[in-house]
């Protein structure tokens, strides 16, 4: 008798279904430090929207969807750059402006066309149904995007830091500015069979906040968001199969609880390590002991 805890790596649809979470998962757990250093979660879920009119726009030029979404994905940045640096408008406020505008502009051409695209697919992926061709463009991203980001993790680090350092000391900022905001692309593009627009930014946020609370030095943190972002894809995608649920989602779920776990460990490691003292000046008031 077949042991159940093995069924899942019976069918091929779900060997494809883990190679591919694990492909889609490393790049984006190896991104997602730098996105929450730099603050830049909002600009992820901003380019993961943006996409869809590319795509749209590809299909009906009879070009690879990809194409087209990494197309809209970089123009979304680089107008959102534009308007920051010509307008008095922040950051963020911008974002919101042209991704939300992309996506309706995406849903109206969707809307307007006749086409085989299912759009639900294309919101919250469609993991089961993945081809080996998908799987090759997947693991060529995954590729190129860690090695990037492995090799030049020092330049990324200090740009996010502190871009003026990196200024003075010779780095061309704003080629790590763009660099980064193209990995950031091809990310999505890589995870749109996976786990589609929408999902994707759990994917590009939660296991580096996880990485954050439970790390002080940034290549663990980098190390244990890769390993929260492909263990948490493995495990949703393998409990999805007995939770008869679709992959995409359990994934999210999974990561939103081991971000809760962190918290809750975090905390309850602060609340029991002792309280250091220093002592007080005679400037600051009398003698004796500050609690911090």
């Known amino acids: 008798m077949m042991d159940i805890s093995i069924l899942p790596f019976q069918f091929p649809f779900m060997q494809n279904a883990l190679v591919i979470a694990a492909l889609v998962a490393l790049p ?80 109206v051409l969707y809307t307007s066309i006749e086409t085989e695209l299912h759009l639900d697919h294309i919101l ?23 090695g990037v ?58 296991p580096g906040a996880v990485a954050f609370l439970v790390t002080r030095r940034f290549p663990a943190m980098l190390a244990t968001s890769a390993l929260v972002a492909v263990g948490s894809s493995l495990a949703g995608t393998y409990l999805s199969f007995y939770l008869d649920s679709a992959p995409a989602p359990t994934i999210v779920l999974v990561m939103s609880m081991g971000f809760v776990a962190a918290l809750l460990g975090t905390r309850a490691r602060t609340a029991a390590r002792p309280v250091p003292v220093v002592p007080v000046s005679r400037e600051n008031g009398p003698a004796g002991l500050l609690r911090l």
């Open 28 to 107: 984006m757990g190896l991104l997602s430090p730098f996105l929450v250093l730099k603050g830049w979660s909002l600009m992820g879920d901003a380019v993961s929207h943006a996409v869809l009119p590319g795509i749209v726009l590809a299909y009906l030029a009879a070009l690879p969807l990809g194409i087209g979404a990494f197309a809209a994905g970089m123009f979304c940045a680089m107008a959102t750059g534009y308007l920051k640096e010509n307008s008095r408008v922040k950051e963020d406020t911008v974002m919101g402006v042209v991704f939300s505008g992309m996506f309706g502009l995406g849903i």
């Open 149 to 206: 980001l492995t090799l030049k993790q020092r330049d990324f680090l200090l740009h996010a830091f502190d871009p003026q350092h990196a200024r003075a000391i010779g780095l061309p900022v704003r080629a790590l500015h763009y660099g980064l905001l193209a990995m950031l692309s091809l990310t999505i593009v890589g995870a749109l069979k996976a786990v589609g627009i929408i999902l994707a930014i759990a994917l590009l946020i939660t």
């Open 124 to 146: 919250f992926g469609d993991m089961l149904g993945v081809s080996w061709p998908d799987l090759a463009e997947t693991a060529a991203i995954t590729v190129l995007v860690g």
